[in-house]
């Protein structure tokens, strides 16, 4: 009998304007509904700066993010630099000395590439540091090249923004002749 008060009759479910109670809880599922229909309504139209926007499947395209994007530019090179030994008996990479590798930024175990000035040779390979004024091919790369070989030695970098190349022209006994660091084509 009491619950019948409270609640309502379940005979007669529509005498909640008769129980204030009821009435509260009615109002409020009410209420309750209606912000659910606001935010689902809002969450599909939201404002933008210049009104009103669909934010469901439409055909407009999407504004364009920034995607970075990374170029291969040049980081070191060796211009000049002569072959005083190759050694086909050792696995491959190239020995640079450990002065001429610092000149340039060259790390041990960077990939460099390795291109004959006197005929048409090109290898990849990695460097690593020896002695003063060596310059030795080691490995496969030992077919390719023979003492007193002119080469260009260089080093790439992956980088989004401008970097300034550190180069040096070597002389006979692989000794930096000059500094090209402010890059110049006339030499």
Same mark, same amino acid.
């Given at each position: 009998?009491?619950?019948?008060?409270?609640?309502?009759?379940?005979?007669?479910?529509?005498?909640?304007?008769?129980?204030?109670?009821?009435?509260?809880?009615?109002?409020?599922?009410?209420?309750?509904?209606?912000?659910?229909?606001?935010?689902?309504?809002?969450?599909?139209?939201?404002?933008?700066?210049?009104?009103?926007?669909?934010?469901? $499947?439409?055909? $407009?395209?999407?504004?364009?993010?920034?995607?970075?994007?990374?170029?291969?530019?040049?980081?070191?090179?060796?211009?000049? +630099?002569?072959?005083?030994?190759?050694?086909?008996?050792?696995?491959?990479?190239?020995?640079?000395?450990?002065?001429?590798?610092?000149?340039?930024?060259?790390?041990?175990?960077?990939?460099?590439?390795?291109?004959?000035?006197?005929?048409?040779?090109?290898?990849?390979?990695?460097?690593?540091?020896?002695?003063?004024?060596?310059?030795?091919?080691?490995?496969?790369?030992?077919?390719?090249?023979?003492?007193?070989?002119?080469?260009?030695?260089?080093?790439?970098?992956?980088?989004?923004?401008?970097?300034?190349?550190?180069? +040096?022209?070597?002389?006979?006994?692989?000794?930096?002749? $000059?500094?090209m660091t402010p890059f110049s084509v006339l030499g």
């Amino acid at each position: 009998m009491a619950l019948q008060i409270l609640f309502g009759s379940p005979v007669y479910p529509l005498d909640f304007y008769y129980k204030p109670l009821t009435s509260l809880v009615w109002i409020g599922a009410g209420i309750y509904f209606l912000g659910g229909l606001i935010a689902a309504f809002y969450r599909r139209f939201r404002p933008g700066p210049k009104g009103p926007r669909w934010n469901g $499947r439409s055909k $407009r395209r999407r504004p364009k993010r920034w995607k970075m994007r990374l170029s291969q530019l040049l980081k070191a090179k060796l211009h000049q +630099a002569r072959v005083t030994y190759a050694n086909p008996e050792y696995v491959g990479s190239i020995e640079i000395g450990r002065d001429l590798m610092e000149a340039v930024g060259l790390m041990d175990g960077e990939l460099v590439h390795v291109w004959a000035v006197d005929h048409t040779a090109r290898i990849e390979t990695y460097c690593f540091a020896g002695p003063p004024g060596v310059i030795g091919l080691n490995g496969g790369a030992a077919h390719f090249f023979q003492p007193g070989d002119r080469l260009v030695i260089a080093a790439f970098d992956l980088s989004d923004e401008p970097i300034i190349p550190k180069i +040096a022209l070597l002389g006979e006994n692989n000794a930096i002749v $000059r500094d090209m660091t402010p890059f110049s084509v006339l030499g």
